[in-house]
């Protein structure tokens, strides 16, 4: 069991370009969230998926972000046309399905965005 | 709708002395409720939660966390405190669907 896994851990970019970070859940894990997390705040919902569904998505993701996770295994989260406010780490997390309530969560290192 | 409360920024606690970092609650229905914890430059990890069943829940490196109905709380405590044990800490609420609310965290600060 190797873990949560994100790449890259460190992005920096100019304001109006496009990003794509890839997280590898853990093997048998069919859940898989999202995180934002910046200075002095907790991780924030982002999206979730159960194997390749995406059931529920933060009203605070616009349009310019979407994730996708093809084949239940590992997803990716896209930003277009970055703004300097989407300048945050960017968590990954992942799950097995519990048979009373929900499962604690493994967390990957994260993907630390920085827009210029 | 739901929502976590870590009232405290930051706790210092001298090393050996026992350490509480609250959470309190709010949520529709029964809560699911969790503690991580996040080390520099690390990834966040899970301590423990609670489901159902017994208050006081036991989990990873001597901690433990009593839920509280009545009072809509889940403090974590550890009976001695390790300078290791200095790091951030989240609480975090489920309920009604698989999306987790996390608190603003807690900075333990545990002094030699």
Redesign the interface.
């Known amino acids: 069991d190797t873990g ?1 896994s994100q790449d890259p851990r460190h992005k920096i970019t100019k304001r109006g370009q496009n990003v794509t970070f890839r997280c590898d859940p853990i093997s048998e894990h069919n ?1 898989l ?1 999202w ?1 934002r997390q910046t200075l ?6 982002l999206t ?1 998926f ?1 194997n390749e569904a995406q ?2 998505k933060s009203r605070l993701l616009s349009d310019r972000f979407s994730a996708e996770r093809p084949k239940g295994s590992f997803s990716t989260l896209e930003i277009q046309r970055t703004e300097q406010g989407d300048s945050a780490m960017y ?1 990954c ?1 992942s799950s097995v399905a ?1 048979t ?3 499962g ?7 993907t630390r965005l920085t827009v210029t | 709708a739901q929502s976590v409360a870590q009232p405290e920024d930051q706790v210092n606690v001298a090393e050996g002395n026992p350490l509480t970092v609250k959470c309190t609650y709010s949520v529709s229905g029964n809560p699911y409720l969790f503690w991580y914890v996040q080390y520099p430059n690390r990834g966040l990890q899970f301590l423990l939660k609670y489901i159902t069943g017994d208050n006081l829940v036991k989990g990873s490196y001597g901690f433990e966390a009593e839920f509280n109905k009545s009072q809509t709380s889940f403090h974590l405590k550890k009976p001695s405190a390790l300078v290791s044990d200095s790091a951030l800490y989240f609480c975090a609420v489920v309920a009604g669907t698989y999306k987790y609310i996390f608190g603003t965290g807690t900075r333990l600060k545990v002094l030699a």
């Open positions: 949560v859940r969230y995180y002095g705040q907790g991780p924030e919902f979730y159960q059931l529920e968590l997390a519990g009373v309530g929900a604690e969560q493994y967390f990957g290192p994260g």
